[in-house]
Every structure is written in structure tokens, then in C-alpha cells.
Nanobody, 122 residues
Framework: QLQLVESGGGLVQSGGSLRLSCAAP????????FGWFHQAPGKEREGALC????????YYADSVKGRFTISRDTAKNTVYLQMNNLKAEDTAVYYC???????????????WGQGTQVTVSS
């Protein structure tokens, strides 16, 4: 069964940076577009903030455009999210999944990882 593993979260001051990683042991992510989703405190998990397809083409929601960069390293079978100029409203648990499917939030895979907590202090 697919296991998605997110890491790299933490506590950072407003304006700071973090880099999140998404890996999947024993499963190749490289054939799929992948994206980062988030769930803010007290809110439902939301659709992809950003995505990168197998050709490296990216999409960003307006709220993160210019601050976040999604990328992938096919050799390491890992998808990254570089988060710069973080704001308090970015505080959330961040998850990765593949968009373009029929599961929750349009995800391709029904299983989700545990997520990684990002907390931005103002």
C-alpha cells in the first residue's frame, strides 16, 4: 500500500523559510503530478496549493505564488516545497498527494501521510 511521508516542518518566525519533503518508500512518484495540500487549524483540508507534473510544469495558488516553490528530484524520488517569506496564515499541517484523481480533494491516491506541521509565529 502506498505510504506518503512528509517531513521538514517546524516552528519559524514570520518571514522565515522551510523546506518540506515528500517521499514514498517502494513507490515511484515520478510518473505522477504531485502537489502540496494543507489544513489550517480548525479548518478542513484544502485543495492543492501548488503542483508539479512529471515534466516539471508547476502551478501555484495566488496565496503562495512568489513565495513557495515546488520541485521534484526524480533521482531521489522526492517532491519538495521550498517555503519562503512565511506568514502566520501559512500555519497548517502540510500533506502531499497526487492531484487529478477521484478521491478527497481530487487526489489520485486515497491514502494520506501523517503530514508535517508548519507553525509560523508573528
Amino acid at each position: 500500500q502506498l505510504q506518503l511521508v512528509e517531513s521538514g516542518g517546524g516552528l519559524v518566525q514570520s518571514g522565515g523559510s522551510l523546506r518540506l519533503s515528500c517521499a514514498a518508500p517502494e513507490f515511484s512518484l515520478n510518473r505522477y503530478a504531485f502537489g502540496w495540500f494543507h489544513q489550517a487549524p480548525g479548518k478542513e483540508r484544502e485543495g492543492a496549493l501548488c503542483t508539479v507534473n512529471a515534466d516539471g510544469i508547476t502551478y501555484y495558488a495566488d496565496s503562495v505564488k512568489g513565495r513557495f516553490t515546488i520541485s521534484r528530484d526524480t533521482a531521489k524520488n522526492t517532491v519538495y516545497l521550498q517555503m519562503n517569506n512565511l506568514k502566520a496564515e501559512d500555519t497548517a499541517v502540510y500533506y502531499c498527494n497526487a492531484p487529478g484523481g477521484g478521491y478527497a480533494l481530487g487526489s489520485r491516491f486515497s491514502s494520506w501521510g501523517q503530514g508535517t506541521q508548519v507553525t509560523v509565529s508573528s
